[in-house]
């Protein structure tokens, strides 16, 4: 099996190193001190790339219930930015100016939902401010977003 092809929620955190002096697999993990727990595991020293990542897995799901008890770590875990007008972590205000054939500009503004499911395929769905008011269509936002990661919440 060709680990490299692959992307999704269970090689979160694990990353694919091809070099002519190194070849592994390297896991990174956020501590809440802000730094990062890291180790490195080499293909040729764990008997191949599979069983190298096999051990890169185990490793990273040790640690994570070490460093984050029971609970582990959300794949969802995001922080907000401070490019974020709306004040909620992948929910934004958007105003788009279109132009169409014979009737001039046509302006179209809502709020829009984003979030990532199991098997890491990002999703979005928007709201009009036109149709549910600036309120309503802001809060219909919140509320997909947050159905939506608590019904594809992971945790290692």
């Known amino acids: 099996m060709n680990r490299r092809k692959q992307k ?13 002096r190194a070849t592994g697999w390297w896991v990174r993990l956020p501590h809440v001190a802000g730094k990062i727990v890291s180790k490195y595991f080499a293909d040729k020293k764990n008997g191949g790339m599979d069983k190298a990542y096999m051990a890169a897995q185990h490793w990273r799901d040790q640690t994570v219930r070490v460093l984050y008890g029971r ?3 959300s794949v969802g875990h995001h ?12 929910v ?19 709020f829009s939902a984003r979030w990532t499911d199991r098997d890491g ?21 919140v509320n997909k977003r947050k159905a939506m990661l608590a019904a594809n919440r992971i945790v290692f």
Do not use: M
């Open 92 to 110: 934004s205000y958007y105003r788009r100016t279109r132009w169409s054939d014979g009737r001039g500009p046509y302006v179209s503004e809502g």
């Open 121 to 141: 395929v990002h999703h979005h769905t928007a709201f009009s401010v036109k149709k549910h008011g600036k309120k309503k269509a802001f809060q219909f936002a």
């Open 79 to 90: 922080q907000k930015d401070r490019r974020n007008k709306t004040g909620i972590v992948g």
């Open 8 to 20: 999704c929620n269970r090689d979160r955190f694990i990353t694919r190193l091809d070099y002519a």
């Open 71 to 73: 609970a582990g770590l």
